[in-house]
């Protein structure tokens, strides 16, 4: 009586483990999308955590630096010799929110960045926004591009002010930048937008090989896609990135300042899909966060139940079967 009813939940361990790894495997690690990050696959360091599905990347304390970076690397630069040649096109959309405890004071910014390596604890705070230190920033051999949301002018680096866009290759020197605004479609025309306003805002970031174009375009997040980028660079990647390119975010804020990512989509293969406002999660209001909280967890423990039966039935199904054929036989 005691023997089948071990063999029994061996069977259904195996066949339990079988379906995690099969899940993992199933898991792309050239597209992805993220509406809030409560499953996501990150890699996170220093001031970078989640809670309620926000990306907080730092918090009001002082002099903060944090990192979240996908954890797997994608496929970007493949040599002609090697044969097969991946496409150093790519495509990304990103929900931000930059929040600051007093109007003009605090945080320095955020990037989106594409690195060789996601460990950046060589990297300085203020005012290399955790991406360099002295001594690399600028270097070749960094093979970085980082697509900057900068809050404060630093003159060293040739800012053009307190609230602008820029393009990075290897260095915090921007070789492309532009005061925050976007595009009103419906307008026809420019209207400005204040980085630190607190409010979530949309940014899409485009490479396109064959044109060589990295086109950045910025807008609130109640309005669709502009039609014109903000930036538009003619940039040849294949000079600067390497065959595995890690992808994600880095942020430093001196103080009194919180910079979150709301939900992330990312695509090689294709233009990535645009997130689904309606399930980005609440920033600051806690009542409405506490709810998702609940119904995400109901979620979960009917996700699993159904998973069970599922297997349940199906070993049940396999076992009635291979019986059938014993007595056959
Ligand atoms: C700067 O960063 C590079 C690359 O991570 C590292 O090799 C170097 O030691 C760092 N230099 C300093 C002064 O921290
Ligand atoms: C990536 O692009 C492909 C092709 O356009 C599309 O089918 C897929 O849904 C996209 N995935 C994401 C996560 O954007």
């Known amino acids: 009586m005691l023997m089948p009813m071990v063999l029994h939940s061996l069977q259904f361990l195996i066949i339990l483990c079988i379906y995690f790894i099969c899940l993992a495997f199933a898991q792309n690690e050239d597209q992805f999308i993220y509406n809030g990050f409560h499953q996501a696959n990150l890699h996170l360091e220093g001031s970078a955590q989640i809670y309620n599905g926000l990306l907080q990347l730092s918090s009001m304390s002082p002099n903060q630096v944090g990192h979240a970076f996908y954890t797997l690397p994608s496929k970007f630069n493949t040599s002609s010799s090697s ?19 007093f109007p003009n004071i605090g945080g320095y910014g955020l990037t989106f960045t594409i690195s060789p390596s996601k460990d950046f604890s060589n990297a300085s705070a203020h005012p290399l926004l955790g991406l360099f230190n002295f001594s690399n920033d600028g270097l070749a051999t960094n093979h970085i591009l980082a697509i900057e949301l900068d809050t404060h002018k630093n003159d060293n680096f040739g800012d053009i002010d307190d609230n602008h866009v820029g393009i990075d290759v290897n260095g915090l020197q921007s070789v492309e930048a532009a005061t925050a605004m976007y595009f009103s479609n419906k307008e026809g025309r420019n209207i400005s937008l204040k980085l630190t306003s607190g409010d979530p805002m949309h940014l899409w970031i485009d490479y396109d090989e064959a044109e060589k174009i990295l086109n950045v375009t910025l807008a609130p997040t109640y309005i669709p896609k502009p039609n014109q980028p903000l930036l538009s660079k003619r940039i040849d990647l294949s000079q600067y990135l390497l065959e595995y390119m890690y992808v994600g975010f880095s942020a430093s804020s001196a103080i009194s300042a919180s910079y979150y990512i709301l939900g992330w989509s990312f695509n090689k293969s294709g233009q990535s899909q645009n997130l689904d406002d309606s399930k980005l999660p ?13 119904l995400q967890t109901k979620n979960l423990v009917i996700t699993v139940i159904l998973v069970l039966v599922t297997i349940t039935g199906a070993v049940y199904i396999l076992r009635r079967k291979k019986y059938e054929e014993i007595r056959e036989d």
């Open 282 to 294: 609440p920033l600051l209001q806690q009542g409405k966060t506490k709810e998702n909280t609940g």
């Open 83 to 101: 044969g097969l040649k991946s496409s150093l096109s790519f495509s990304t959309n990103f929900v931000f929110a930059m929040v600051r405890q």
